[in-house]
């Protein structure tokens, strides 16, 4: 599925760096503002446990693991919402992606320059929120002039709209997010129709000195960034930039020992995507022969002719059945020959909402 998270951040928070270290895609990182202008777009592996043990059972020729795209976007500044620094090439970048990581500077360091002076996560963050709804703010106004005289006109629809577009300014000019405000399902249609960047979920990221990643419960500004999210009901991973550009050098049971020598359980990469998933409502199945055992991205709630599509458009158009066993299932009977006796592989139909985990063979005619 093509979707992909937008990591931003202000100018020197480790942003650039911590995309350089889960992509190793090598963007520009330097000690001064506006060093990545153009987005840099990484694509990164999904690590999935499940992956390699279908791959143990199942002997496949390959297997391919599924995989998430990131853009890094260059430092936002106060004052992007009415252009300065690169402010409205940053927010049409912004506007491309699904999902927001805002990487927050939790770490102390006299030899990396803030753009403001000073290390405060808040400020930081209210920062680039505020740029996000003055830049909202603008798009709605310019609408609202326009639907209330079609409201006054008794189009019900423009009426509807009205009361939404009235909300939300209300809602910027408290300054306040969109993705706070509380609409009914049908609302909700028609905000997505207006792409608000503060409408995009957000997970915030708190980037922390190397020595202080065992210890971060008791790092203050990790603290702060962590009450302000709760507000929003938003999630907070904290990393270090620094130990994942380490990390990324390393592969098989190097990284596995530099991890457990850390004393960490999994790398800021495994955590970001884990996040991220959660955030957009994603979720993995896989499909597993002697060709290739294969994990696909897919939208939690979908059916099975959707999850088919994924493959291809024909899987879709023809689709017949889904011959279907959890991951756990077919793990416990150790072949799928064996998950058949046991009565665990179903035959599920269109109607059928595929689960993360399951194990799929499309049936299908064209």
């Known amino acids: 599925m093509a979707l992909t998270a937008g990591i931003v951040g202000l100018p020197n928070v480790g942003k650039s760096t911590l995309f350089n270290a889960i992509t190793q895609a090598g963007a520009e990182s330097a000690n001064y503002p506006f060093c990545t202008i153009d987005p840099n777009v990484g694509i990164v592996e999904v690590p999935d446990y499940r992956l390699g043990k279908l791959t ?39 506007r491309q992606v699904d999902a927001i990581c805002h990487v927050v500077r939790c770490f102390q ?66 300054e306040k997010p969109a993705r706070v405000v509380e ?22 990221v ?39 550009s380490e990390i990324a050098e390393l592969e098989g049971e190097e990284k596995v020992e530099f991890l457990e020598e850390l004393g960490i359980p999994e790398s800021g990469l495994d955590q970001l995507i884990k996040a991220t998933y959660s955030l957009l409502g994603l979720a993995t199945y896989f499909t ?32 017949i059945r889904a011959e279907t066993v959890s991951y756990d299932d077919l793990v416990d009977a150790g072949t799928m020959g064996a998950a058949r006796e046991k009565g665990k592989v179903r035959l599920e139909g269109k109607d059928y909402l595929v689960q993360d985990g399951d194990v799929i063979h499309f049936r299908f005619n064209v």
Do not use: C, M
């Open 109 to 174: 360091d006299e030899n990396i320059t803030h753009v403001s002076g000073t290390v405060d996560p808040i400020s930081d963050i209210e920062t680039i929120n505020l740029e996000l709804i003055l830049a909202d703010l603008e798009t709605v106004t310019k609408r609202i002039g326009r639907v209330e005289k079609l409201a006054k006109q008794k189009d019900k629809e423009a009426a509807i709209e009205y009361d939404i577009l009235a909300k939300l300014q209300h809602a910027f000019e408290s």
């Open 288 to 319: 597993a022969g002697e060709q290739e055992v294969r994990a696909w991205t897919f939208k939690k709630g979908i059916k099975a002719p959707q999850a088919a599509g994924i493959i291809h458009s024909d899987f879709e158009r023809g689709f």
């Open 206 to 244: 708190a980037n922390v000195g190397e020595d202080e990643l065992l210890d971060a419960d008791n790092n203050e500004n990790v603290k702060k960034v962590r009450e302000f999210a709760a507000n929003e009901e938003a999630e907070v991973i904290v990393i270090s930039a620094k130990v994942e």
């Open 56 to 94: 143990e059972l199942v002997k496949p020729k390959k297997t391919v693991p599924t995989a998430f795209e990131f853009t890094d976007i260059a430092g936002i500044v106060k004052g992007a919402s009415k252009g300065e620094g690169l402010g409205n090439q940053f927010l049409s970048h912004i």
């Open 183 to 204: 609409f009914s399902d049908e609302q909700l249609k028609i905000v997505k129709g207006l792409h608000l960047l503060t409408s995009k979920p957000i997970l915030y």
